[in-house]
Every structure is written in structure tokens, then in C-alpha cells.
């Protein structure tokens, strides 16, 4: 087992490193001082400690770019901010440690972490990634789906854009959306966009990390409902959420794959917290239902939107 540790700071690097050792003695450690030396290494890593706050490229930028070649990566992202948390489900984090670092957190999450690349190693195989061929011209292009960051039509093309590219071809929207999954969604007739890049938004716009897309009015409501279940299921523990609307209000009832100590118990409370910060312009009051999956325990919270 390989485990990097990657942060500007020596001090935390060798701190964590130290914890890793002391749990796993037969672990190899490698340590990058930057998210541009991670990015060049071409060695398999099985499991990633991660600054975010890095001088020059931050550990959310260099995350999105490792995840282009490694998907398999256990990310377990460590800063002394905790508001940023929130970011990292975009990029398939599998936890966090805010520093200072806390010894009982560090050994579990650790400990999870190994768990989870010991399940991992025991597939046979993964299946393949999802893609769509364009034929544009008598040209075939793979474009990996996940890639996708919102696709428009234009002068009676589709045209796809990719955060370094864009591709146009002949075709009807709706089959691209047909394949795109539950990870995308469509604003407006002419517009299909993929949550994983969107950054904000309003009744009439979404803002992605490259260009935006118009908003149907009619649309808002389902868009808010989508991808609040979108950000839900990447929060640790959840199985499956079942979102609706009822007296203006929404509500997400969360079931968890297993029954959850305290201390994971107020993550999902912090994590639910600042999905509903990340959407101020859906002014309603939310209820969330966690439920635990063959547990009798059944916890409702209430969360109210600060405008």
C-alpha cells in the first residue's frame, strides 16, 4: 500500500507521515510539496492526504486534475478551513481532517480509508467509463461523459464544452441527454449541464466553471430539487436520498448505509449546513430525514437558508 502525503508545509507533511507509519508500519510513504509536483509523478497512489490551501496550484485545482487520470485515488483532503470542505465532494473525496490535526480522528479516517482500498482491491475488474462517440465530419471523437462540463444548441449543432475544448457536431440534444445519467440535468431546451461544474446560479442562470446556461423559470424548481440531491450523495454515509416538495418547503430524506457514531453524525449535520449555504438564492426552509438503514434511530433537523 501507497500512501502520499501532499503539503506545502514540511512540518505537517513529516506530522502526518509519522501518524501513518506508527499505524502502518509497512506502509510507503511519498510526500509532494506541491500540487504541481503530485500532478508530474507517475506513481500509483492508493491513498492521498491533500492540502487545499497551497501556494500556487490549491489542492481542490490539483485534486480535479489528478481525478482526470486516477479515478480509483482514495482522497482524504486535510485544511485548517473548514468552510472549503464543501468543494470536495465535486472531486470524490472520501473524507477530511481539519487541522490541527486531532489523533482519534486521524487514526479513524485512516483506518476507514485502508478499509475502503482493501474492498477496492478485491474487484476483479472496474467497468469502463462512460463516453459518447461524435461524429463530426466523417471524424469519430470519444468524449468521456464526466468531461462534459455543460453542452448547448447552437445554429442547429450541439455543441459540447469541455473545460479545455469545445466540440460541435450535428445531432438532437435529447440523445446526448439520454446517456448523460443523473449527474446532468437540463435548464432550459437548449441547455444540458453537468452538476459536477456548476458553481452558482439563480432563477435565470447557471454559473459552471467554464461559461454559463440559461435557466427556465419552470425549470428552477426541479434544477434545485436535482442537485440538491446531486450534493447529498456525495456526503459520506448516505445511500440514498429521496428529495420533495411540499408547502413551499423542501425536504431530503437521507438513508444512511450504516448505523453512524457521533462524531460522523455532526459531519453530516456540518455537511448538510453548508449545502444549504451553497444555495442562498432558494429562499425556503429546508427539512432533512436521516434515516439509518436497518436501524430503528430516526433524527429530523431542521435547516433555514440565512438571505
Known sequence: MRIAICDDEKNIREL??????????ETEIVSFS?????LLSDKHIDILFLDIQMSGRNGMETARELRKKDKSVILIFVTAVEKYV??????????????????????????RAVDEWCSQDTNVSE??????????????????IEDIV???????????????????????????????GDSFFGPHRAYLVNFKYVEKYD?????????????????????????MKYKIMRIPYVKEVFVSEKNE???????????????ADKKIQGDIMMLNKSMPNYKRIGKV???????????????????
Open 150 to 180: 455543460y453542452a448547448e444548441v447552437f445554429n442547429r449543432k450541439v455543441v459540447i464544452h469541455k473545460l479545455d475544448e469545445k466540440i460541435e457536431y450535428y445531432g438532437k440534444m435529447s440523445d446526448l441527454e439520454a446517456v448523460a
Open 249 to 263: 418547503q423542501i425536504q431530503a430524506e437521507m438513508l444512511l448505509d450504516k448505523e453512524i457514531e457521533p462524531e
Open 86 to 111: 464543501f468543494q470536495a465532494f465535486d472531486v470524490g473525496a472520501f473524507n477530511y481532517i481539519v487541522k490541527p490535526i486531532d489523533d482519534t480522528k486521524f487514526a479513524d479516517v485512516l483506518c
Open 289 to 307: 430525514v436521516v434515516r439509518e438503514q436497518e436501524f430503528e434511530k430516526t433524527t429530523t433537523r431542521k435547516i433555514k437558508r440565512n438571505n
Open 203 to 227: 432563477a435565470t442562470t447557471i454559473y459552471l466553471e467554464k461559461g454559463t446556461a440559461l435557466m427556465a423559470k419552470q425549470n428552477y424548481p426541479d434544477f434545485v430539487k436535482k442537485y
Open 127 to 144: 467497468p469502463e467509463a462512460n463516453y459518447v462517440m461524435i461524429n463530426n465530419g466523417g471524424v469519430h471523437t470519444k468524449v468521456m
Open 34 to 38: 506541491s500540487g504541481e509536483e503530485l
Open 16 to 25: 502526518i507521515g509519522n501518524k501513518v507509519i506508527k499505524q502502518y508500519p
